[in-house]
């Protein structure tokens, strides 16, 4: 099964329909939704990024090396990105390629700052020298910013900062992506370098297909299929939580906007859930028991554990305002469709369980 005319999706104005759009991280579960997004939306998409984690990714069960232009690379090669860029010269940009793991930071703090900082700059360096790319939305996090931990939301005018190495290298990442945007691509200057540029932060993202490791959802799931007790490491955590196809709205609708007036929306920008959706770590596996219908909770929590924000939420104003979107789904709905697809997926195609959800969250309009 594919796309054809009777299928295509039609939202964000068609402007992703024949285009070339490039992903970086297209093998990681946000890039492999995002890359099956573009391609229901018309989009010629290119992949780039390095092997998924598992078998049963999302990208793997998408079948999506058969269905778009997917290239095995790192980001912190240069050189093989740039080649990428010549060969097939991206309209857009979608970065996403990370190493995504707070934990993992601690292990590996350098390797975390050349693929989170450095890679980020060869990104936007090969759009500096790609004439035909002209839209780059770069992905960064929630955590980009000084957690204070605040029980406001934090604006995309806070302060950048970060406590452990993860979430240190994507303010750094924010820094750079605003250098270069005033360096090199300043909105002021849109007619000598034909560029917009913007960074995206989202907040902690759930949906199917994800298998990374210290990350509730795939901890949740691996323990209810071996109908083991689901262990809580950090219970009283509270985070701002969404369904993956909430900020991919988001960067969906900035793309469009972008090319539609690409001087106006070249800027950081937040897109985050509802204050009902932000709730603590055992809520959430409280609510996945729930829609399972099965399995119980056990709190891990240690003194001397590794240094985790215990309260972080993103503002989301100024995308309500200056771009028109909104959260669709709450907590809930978010959990209750995470859990539909690990029920489903060894019994559906993948590929077209996500498209299915993807219609799902747009059943009754459409975005423009």
Known sequence: MGIGKETRMEYFNNIYKDKTVLVTGHTGFKGSWLSIW?????ANVIGYALDPYTEKDNFVLAKLEDKITDIRGDIRDKKNLKE???????????????????????????????????????VLECIRETPETKIGIMITTDKCYENK??????????????????????????????????SFFNPKDYEKHKKSIASVRAGNVIGGGDWSLDRIIPDCIRALEKDEAISIRNPKAIRPWEHVLEPLSGYLLLGQKMYEEPSKYC??????????????VWKIGEKIIKYYGSGKLEDKSKKGELHEAKLLSLDITKARFNLGWKPRWDIDKAIEKTVEWYKEYSNEDGYELCVKQIKEFFSKEKIK
């Open 149 to 182: 931990e605040q029980i406001w939301g934090y604006r995309e005018t806070d302060p950048l900062g970060g406590y452990d190495p993860y979430s240190s290298s994507k303010g750094a990442a924010e820094i750079a992506i605003s250098s270069w945007r005033n």
């Open 84 to 122: 990428v860029f010549d060969k097939y010269k991206p309209e857009f940009v979608f970065h996403l390629a990370a190493q995504p793991l707070v934990r993992l930071s601690y292990e590996n703090p350098i390797e975390t700052y050349e693929i989170n900082v450095m890679g980020t700059i060869n």
């Open 267 to 280: 800027e950081g920008w937040n897109f985050g859930p509802n204050l009902d959706s932000i709730v603590s």
């Open 38 to 42: 573009l391609r229901e939306l018309g």
